[in-house]
């Protein structure tokens, strides 16, 4: 039985019998740094039944524990708080059963049902970015965090591998491709399309700009679609630059009200601008491609299959080298037809109604939020729709899910809260366990990367300019001697994407981040290189224990005299919390508690290790103990790191 438990049932029974009352409850709470005392339990809510003096009853209490239980050795009173200080052998019990568990803090799967995970769902037009690491990095982490918990998980990822801007690179590669490959460029598949669509982009903005300045100039003949709109946004554009003029010469404090005016004129000419791409000849083609391809034209299909395997190739690789991995590939050209049967029995069900023009919706109002359309007049899905369909599909594929967890930017989170009412209201009992993993955005300090579009910040030139990084620190740093050039390679990606994982991971996934590639790779602080070290200063130290024949063996403890060190305690009290501290990260579905779960460890080992001798220990059991103990704190770093996806050196 957990400590807490045994206390508090001894302490509600020390109540009982020196106060004839019954007190429902005991709030305990770690014992302040000054005082001392492992466990503080809090006298002041038992004044509810126990009338008296706090002193005098958690003196009392104090002396019935250490009577009645043995694991409490002596305890003080401060005002209102009993601090007990718990017997150094139930520390030592504890590290005797945990000593050579190999999975220590991971529990065994205790439920059938199933939970999937889904995460990092790219588009087939580029390279992943920026964005897509975080997401990766926590759906993974999360995932490997609810199978430690005890759940059985499957990883899952939906690729938006069709729709317009599939064919926007498809149509740049047919015009402009020459028939180069990944072979032939020497690019990875996923940076060949993405220069593509990249291309694509060029080439419109070129044919766009003439239409553009057409339209700016009222010149919209003959008729085109939305021509009314478009002489509407350029009036008002007129008509706003005017009253801007007016504002400025009269009244220079009027700057906030001029502003806003320019981002009304930003958002017409951005609309103008859209008007004019649909109307070239660049976009016409695209969209005539997309409809060979919903039509299974065999060539534009054929030509879909082969970029398409080009992007998956190179996807393969950015996923190897992030260390991320999928139990199952959902593709959007499988499931975009989904959801429409699951509307139709919701019509039934009158979970949904139809409108005049034939289009079906659900009325959301009663939940907060509004009306939302599942099915347009013709007939065709929207994004809900599919989503709805795959949801229902993943379950029939894995009919032990119980769960599913979407692993999303915050800017869907609206979308989730309403897929997950639609359904709750279509009487799924999973959707009960539906959870939106939603974050915030990854910012970098300006001028610090560019990507080879120039725009974005593509996922593999960060890892590798992680890796560069982490060199670059650790040779300055002089800690390499006696490394291979292949060894420090190795160290290096192992350094820089520890560092990159571990900076993502430690914040909470809804809080936005400002991500500092040189911060990360810091050899000192909340950082993955810090616990790096500190876990590669352990393998040390037992490789020198193993030189000296010194065993960390705890059948080879005799600890009937021995007395522990405070910092000893310290940290057996801190890898005591490991096991409790992946449970709440699993129902929190944060990676940020493990990660600052283990700097904690790390703080109290380095600690432990400053003030106290492990090899230069004279007392045989007092180093083997020390040895021991700092073996296991090396796998229990390990094992933390683990869920994070963090490698961890044997040296450094």
């Known amino acids: 039985m957990e400590l807490q438990k045994v206390l508090e049932q001894k302490v509600q029974q020390a109540v009982k019998?020196?106060?004839?009352?019954?007190?429902?409850?005991?709030?305990?709470?770690?014992?302040?740094?000054?005082?001392?005392?492992?466990?503080?339990?809090?006298?002041?809510?038992?004044?509810?039944?126990?009338?008296?003096?706090?002193?005098?009853?958690?003196?009392?209490?104090?002396?019935y524990l250490v009577a009645k239980v043995t694991e409490v050795s002596k305890f003080n009173v401060v005002k209102g708080f009993l601090n007990l200080v718990i017997a150094d052998s139930y520390y030592l019990d504890f590290f005797r059963t945990i000593s050579t568990d190999a999975s220590y803090g991971y529990a065994k799967v205790a439920s059938k049902d199933a939970v999937m995970v889904e995460y990092s769902s790219p588009n087939t037009n580029k390279p992943l970015h920026l964005g897509h690491i975080r997401n990766n990095l926590l759906?993974?982490?999360?995932?490997?965090?609810?199978?430690?918990?005890?759940?059985?998980?499957?990883?899952?990822?939906?690729?938006?591998?069709?729709?317009?801007?599939?064919?926007?690179?498809?149509?740049?590669?047919?015009?402009?491709?020459?028939?180069?490959?990944?072979e032939s460029s020497g690019l990875k598949g996923d940076h060949l399309v993405g220069k593509y669509y990249v291309k694509f982009e060029e080439e419109l903005k070129k044919q766009a700009?003439?239409?553009?300045?057409?339209?700016?100039?009222?010149?919209?003949?003959?008729?085109?679609?939305g021509?009314?709109?478009?002489?509407?946004?350029?009036?008002?554009?007129?008509?706003?630059?005017?009253?801007?003029?007016?504002?400025?010469?009269?009244?220079?404090?009027?700057?906030?009200?001029?502003?806003?005016?320019?981002?009304?004129?930003?958002?017409?000419?951005?609309?103008?601008?859209?008007?004019?791409?649909?109307?070239t000849d660049l976009m016409s083609s695209a969209y005539s491609m997309l409809l060979q391809w919903e039509?299974?034209?065999?060539?534009?299909?054929?030509?879909?299959?082969?970029?398409?395997?080009?992007?998956?190739?190179?996807?393969?690789?950015?996923?190897?080298?992030?260390?991320?991995?999928?139990?199952?590939l959902y593709y959007e050209s499988d499931?975009?037809?989904?959801?429409?049967?699951?509307?139709?029995?919701?019509?039934?069900k009158g979970v949904f109604f139809k409108k005049d023009d034939g289009s079906v919706w659900i009325d959301l109002t009663d939940e907060g939020l509004d009306e939302k359309i599942v099915l347009r007049s013709d007939g065709t899905a929207v994004y809900m729709t599919q989503d709805i369909g795959t949801a229902i599909q993943r379950v029939t594929d894995f009919p032990d899910i119980n769960g599913m967890v979407y692993t999303v930017g915050n800017e869907q989170d609206?979308?989730?809260?309403?897929?997950?009412?639609?359904?709750?209201?279509?009487?799924?009992?999973?959707?009960?366990?539906?959870?939106?993993?939603?974050?915030?955005?990854?910012?970098?300090?300006?001028?610090?990367?560019?990507?080879?579009?120039?725009t974005v910040v593509d996922a593999d030139d960060l890892m590798e300019n992680m890796t560069s990084t982490a060199a670059t620190i650790s040779e300055d740093l002089g800690k390499l001697e006696g490394y291979t050039k292949e060894e420090k390679q190795d160290l290096y990606k192992i350094i820089g994407l520890g560092a990159l994982k571990y900076y993502i991971l430690k914040v909470d996934p809804k809080k936005r981040i400002l991500f500092n590639p040189e911060e990360s790779v810091d050899f000192q602080g909340n950082t993955g290189p810090f616990i790096q070290y500190t876990y590669a200063r352990i393998q040390s130290i037992l490789r020198k224990a193993n030189d000296l024949g010194i065993s960390d063996s705890v059948k080879d403890l005799d600890a009937s005299d021995l007395a522990l060190h405070e910092k000893e305690k310290e940290l057996l009290k801190q890898l005591q919390l490991y096991p409790e501290t992946v449970q709440l990260a699993a129902e929190n579905y944060s990676p940020?508690?493990?990660?600052?779960?283990?700097?904690?460890?790390?703080?109290?080992?380095?600690?432990?290790?400053?003030?106290?001798?492990?090899?230069?220990?004279?007392?045989?059991?007092k180093r083997l103990l020390r040895v021991s103990l700092s073996r296991k704190v090396g796998e229990v770093i390990q094992s933390s790191f683990r869920l994070l996806g963090v490698a961890v050196p044997e040296r450094m």
Not at 32 to 40: M, P
Not at 300 to 319: C, Q, R
Not at 335 to 348: H, I
Not at 421 to 440: Q, R, T, V
Request: net charge neutral.
């Open 335 to 348: 499931t975009y037809l989904l959801g429409r049967d699951a509307v139709k029995e919701g019509l039934a």
């Open 209 to 225: 700009k003439p239409i553009f300045n057409e339209y700016i100039k009222g010149n919209i003949s003959p008729p085109v679609v």
């Open 592 to 621: 940020a508690l493990i990660a600052n779960y283990t700097y904690d460890l790390v703080k109290e080992f380095n600690s432990f290790y400053q003030q106290v001798s492990i090899l230069g220990e004279a007392d045989e059991q």
């Open 295 to 328: 039509a299974g034209n065999e060539e534009v299909v054929s030509l879909w299959k082969k970029m398409n395997d080009w992007v998956y190739a190179g996807f393969d690789t950015t996923y190897k080298n992030m260390g991320v991995d999928f139990d199952k």
């Open 414 to 454: 609206y979308h989730f809260k309403v897929l997950f009412l639609i359904l709750k209201k279509l009487g799924y009992s999973w959707a009960e366990k539906l959870y939106h993993l939603s974050y915030g955005m990854v910012d970098l300090p300006s001028g610090k990367m560019k990507s080879r579009e120039g």
């Open 17 to 63: 019998d020196l106060f004839k009352a019954d007190l429902p409850s005991v709030e305990f709470q770690p014992t302040r740094k000054d005082f001392e005392g492992d466990v503080t339990v809090v006298v002041f809510p038992m004044l509810r039944v126990v009338k008296g003096n706090p002193v005098q009853i958690g003196t009392q209490i104090g002396e």
């Open 139 to 182: 759906g993974y982490s999360v995932a490997e965090i609810l199978k430690a918990a005890g759940h059985k998980v499957y990883k899952t990822q939906i690729i938006n591998d069709r729709g317009i801007h599939i064919c926007k690179s498809m149509l740049a590669w047919q015009k402009f491709g020459e028939g180069e490959t990944p």
């Open 227 to 279: 021509g009314y709109e478009i002489k509407f946004l350029v009036k008002e554009i007129e008509q706003l630059k005017q009253k801007i003029e007016k504002l400025e010469s009269n009244d220079s404090s009027k700057k906030p009200e001029i502003l806003k005016i320019k981002e009304k004129i930003v958002e017409n000419t951005s609309q103008i601008n859209d008007y004019a791409r649909n109307r």
